[in-house]
């Protein structure tokens, strides 16, 4: 038998409602913060739709073998502060004018950089960038009409120079 002396304790003066209360609560939370997430960062490795995107491939294919069928390569070089960039190209006909070199982040589409590359002569570009504090970078290099391209891989903590072009893909056939 119990001995009571006055008046039963509220329940909410006990600690294991609270105890038991915490569980769902927290849940509840997580599941606010995970909605939260969601909706704020945008997921931009998702493309909406798939088939123009498809299509736009093909495209970018084209202009690869156009770079091989027009014999134009080229090599980025970094400086070591990865504050300026020089590309060095090679082809059958010279190169006029400014090439574009976008620098694509992996995951996240707002530290993509597009760079336009001054002639500074023959064969020889030249442009100050902004470094990014990613690991790996996608390359691609284009004229200004983006009759062609050249791609490549630059993870800065291994090297300052990145060889653009594909070798894999086989000349267009005229």
Do not use: C
Request: aromatic share 8%.
């Amino acid at each position: 038998m119990q001995n009571q002396t006055g008046a039963p304790r509220p329940w909410y003066k006990d600690r294991w409602p609270w105890i038991l209360m915490a569980g769902p609560f927290l849940a509840v939370v997580a599941g606010i913060i995970t909605f939260r997430i969601a909706v704020v960062t945008a997921d931009d490795m998702v493309n909406d739709d798939y088939y123009k995107r498809g299509k736009d491939i093909n495209l970018e294919l084209t202009r690869d073998k156009a770079a091989i069928s027009l014999g134009i390569s080229a090599q980025a070089m970094f400086s070591d502060d990865h504050q300026s960039v020089r590309i060095v190209t090679t082809s059958q006909t010279p190169l006029q004018g400014e090439l574009t070199l976008a620098m694509l982040h992996p995951t996240r589409q707002q530290d993509d950089q597009r760079i336009t590359l001054t002639r500074q002569a023959d064969n020889i570009y030249q442009a100050r960038i902004t470094p990014g504090n990613a690991k790996h970078w996608y390359l691609r290099l284009e004229d200004k009409a983006g009759s062609w391209r050249l791609q490549g891989e630059w993870r800065p903590g291994e090297s300052a120079m990145v060889q653009l072009g594909n070798p894999k893909l086989e000349p267009v056939e005229q």
